[in-house]
């Protein structure tokens, strides 16, 4: 990731005020501006950043959507069942588990994963969804 965006989010993850980032800048490097510093200018307020608190955390690997369209629909069913409050947890362990008690219950030799059950395994999941969906539909 590049200097800048690594400090804009520092900015806000540190709730800088204008004025109060500015004058960091001004204080750590003499410039109150990125686009006027070096590479080790940025470095050196990235530094000052840290000791003031940011953290710098890893991003999200984000899987890509599967190309199967009944795995798309376990998914799309799982998050509207998260919305209207159906389920707590709209974690992928979650869906796992709950695909576990679906397609392979008392097993815990194996571990399902939605994104490779093949159609007819999928099928009672998306059922068994179907009906949570509605149930919730119901409540609202």
Same mark, same amino acid.
């Given at each position: 990731m590049n200097h800048n965006?690594?400090?804009?989010?520092?900015?806000?993850?540190? /709730? !800088?005020?204008?004025?109060? *980032?500015r004058a960091m800048l001004c204080r750590v490097t003499g410039k109150a501006? &990125?686009? @006027?510093?070096?590479? /080790?200018?940025?470095?050196? @307020?990235?530094?000052?950043?840290? #000791?003031?608190?940011?953290?710098?955390? %890893?991003? /999200?690997? #984000?899987l890509p959507a599967s190309t199967r369209p009944y795995v798309r629909l376990i998914w799309a069913l799982w998050s509207s069942c998260k919305k209207l409050d159906v389920i707590q947890d709209g974690s992928r362990t979650a869906l796992r588990a709950?695909?576990? /008690? +679906? @397609? %392979? $219950?008392?097993? =815990? =030799? +194996? =571990?399902?994963? $939605?994104? &490779? &059950?093949? *159609?007819?395994? %999928? =099928? $009672?999941? +998306?059922? %068994? !969804?179907?009906?949570m969906e509605r149930r919730g539909k119901a409540r609202k």
């Amino acid at each position: 990731m590049n200097h800048n965006a690594i400090i804009n989010i520092a900015k806000a993850q540190l /709730g !800088l005020e204008e004025d109060d *980032y500015r004058a960091m800048l001004c204080r750590v490097t003499g410039k109150a501006s &990125l686009r @006027v510093m070096s590479g /080790g200018q940025k470095d050196e @307020v990235i530094k000052e950043l840290k #000791r003031l608190g940011f953290r710098v955390k %890893a991003g /999200g690997k #984000r899987l890509p959507a599967s190309t199967r369209p009944y795995v798309r629909l376990i998914w799309a069913l799982w998050s509207s069942c998260k919305k209207l409050d159906v389920i707590q947890d709209g974690s992928r362990t979650a869906l796992r588990a709950f695909c576990q /008690g +679906i @397609v %392979a $219950p008392g097993d =815990t =030799t +194996i =571990t399902i994963d $939605p994104d &490779l &059950l093949s *159609y007819a395994e %999928a =099928t $009672p999941v +998306i059922e %068994a !969804l179907k009906a949570m969906e509605r149930r919730g539909k119901a409540r609202k």
